[in-house]
């Protein structure tokens, strides 16, 4: 088989300079595999694939590459075999400076849109823990497959930090409102058993190399459809959702510095990160 590892950092310089000055495409790599048009994103941001200001605007990158290519699917996974990802960087959101915190969230906002919103055909497999924004990740994919044994969910009611719109609005679009209330309101993080009991993820597997199998499988049943029919109807079952977060993300964005940067929000990232540090 024609495997192609892209740099994507020639391809989309100008793109990627518009959003950071950061050097990219450290973070994570992208191979296309030429026989079935399809892409695997790998993300490669040792050790628990956190996700910093770089890590955001290469997988923004990434994606974008994915639509301009017009790649006939996107695999979204990770390099590390017991975290696909962390979720946000705790030290971005730890005594952040006004100007980055802001940047920040507006950055995490344009990722979740173009991921979210992307016409290419969509799979994460979930081969390690994913947390919080790792969760969102994944759930902003169309198909989940999850290798045993791991943990996913959205744990910020532990971390003291409030849920935000978007990460509600993806949890709720996957289980329902419901679900997404009993998990969302104690920061439950699911087996990958107890993921698929509740439908938030679609199988679960035993090893990733079955995980891309059955990605694979998912992405090549778009082979016989219309890309541009397809493409079009995806973005119309998920514009509701899309239409109501642009139109308040700005407002969002503000309230989430606010709430982010109160004393005790602080606090608590401060003694979640000293908990994380007294765990070794
Ligand atoms: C939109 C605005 C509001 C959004 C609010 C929240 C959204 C978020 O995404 S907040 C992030 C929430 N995530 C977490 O709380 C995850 C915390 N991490 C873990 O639970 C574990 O690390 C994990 C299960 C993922 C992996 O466990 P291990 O394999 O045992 O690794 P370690 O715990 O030893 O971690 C290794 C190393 O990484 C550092 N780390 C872990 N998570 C993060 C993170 N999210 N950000 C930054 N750094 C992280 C951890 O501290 C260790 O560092 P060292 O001690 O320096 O080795």
Request: aromatic content about 8%; overall charge positive.
């Amino acid at each position: 088989m024609a495997f192609r590892t892209k740099n994507l950092f020639e391809k989309t310089t100008k793109l990627v300079r518009s959003y950071s000055s950061d050097k990219i495409y450290t973070h994570m790599s992208l191979t296309l595999n030429e026989q079935t048009g399809i892409a695997t994103l790998e993300l490669a941001k040792p050790p628990v694939n956190s996700m910093s200001f770089g890590f955001l605007s290469q997988l923004a990158a990434a994606v974008q590459q994915s639509e301009a290519d017009k790649y006939k699917g996107l695999i979204i996974t990770s390099r590390s075999s017991g975290v696909f990802s962390a979720g946000l960087d705790l030290k971005e959101l730890h005594h952040p400076d006004s100007d980055r915190i802001l940047n920040y969230l507006r950055r995490l906002q344009d990722v979740w849109f173009q991921l979210y919103d992307c016409s290419t055909p969509t799979a994460a497999v979930i081969n390690g823990h994913s947390i919080a924004g790792g969760c969102l990740l994944a759930l902003s994919c169309e198909y989940r497959v999850m290798v045993n044994s791991f943990k996913i969910g959205m744990n910020e009611a532990l971390v003291g930090v409030p849920v935000s719109p978007m990460f509600i609005a993806c949890m709720q679009s996957v289980i329902g409102q419901w679900e997404a209330e009993k998990a969302l309101l104690v920061g439950r993080l699911f087996t990958s058993e107890e993921a698929l009991g509740v439908g938030l993820v679609d199988e679960v597997v035993g090893g990733k190399s079955e995980g891309v199998c059955k990605a694979e499988g998912y992405l090549a049943g778009f082979r016989e459809v219309s890309a541009r029919a397809r493409g079009l109807s995806k973005r119309y079952l998920r514009q509701e959702v899309v239409r109501d977060l642009v139109r308040r993300r700005e407002e969002d964005v503000k309230k989430l510095v606010e709430i982010i940067s109160s004393r005790g929000v602080q606090d608590s990232l401060g003694e979640h990160l000293e908990r994380m540090k007294n765990k070794k």
